[in-house]
């Protein structure tokens, strides 16, 4: 959806967002959220907001080079 306030130029594209917890299943995860049923169907980011380690090396790492 656009959103546009009335302080910017021109609208800008925003998401509806969500939180819940990541919890095991076997070898991997699910979401722990529940979601309104208008959005059942979408496309849908999944985005990881804690530090991930791993990640924080590699981009540390490739800036040092």
Same mark, same amino acid.
């Given at each position: 959806? @656009?959103?546009? @306030? @009335?302080?910017? $130029? @021109?609208? $800008? $594209?925003? +998401?509806?967002?969500? &939180? *819940?917890?990541? !919890?095991?299943? *076997?070898?991997? %995860?699910?979401?722990?959220?529940s979601i309104p049923?208008? +959005?059942? %169907? !979408? ?17 540390? &790492?490739?800036? !040092?080079?």
């Amino acid at each position: 959806m @656009k959103i546009r @306030k @009335k302080s910017w $130029r @021109k609208p $800008r $594209r925003m +998401y509806p967002t969500f &939180s *819940g917890v990541i !919890k095991a299943i *076997g070898n991997s %995860g699910t979401l722990d959220v529940s979601i309104p049923n208008e +959005y059942i %169907g !979408k496309l849908a980011f999944l985005t990881v907001i804690d530090d991930d380690e791993e990640i924080e090396e590699l981009f540390s &790492s490739a800036q !040092k080079a």
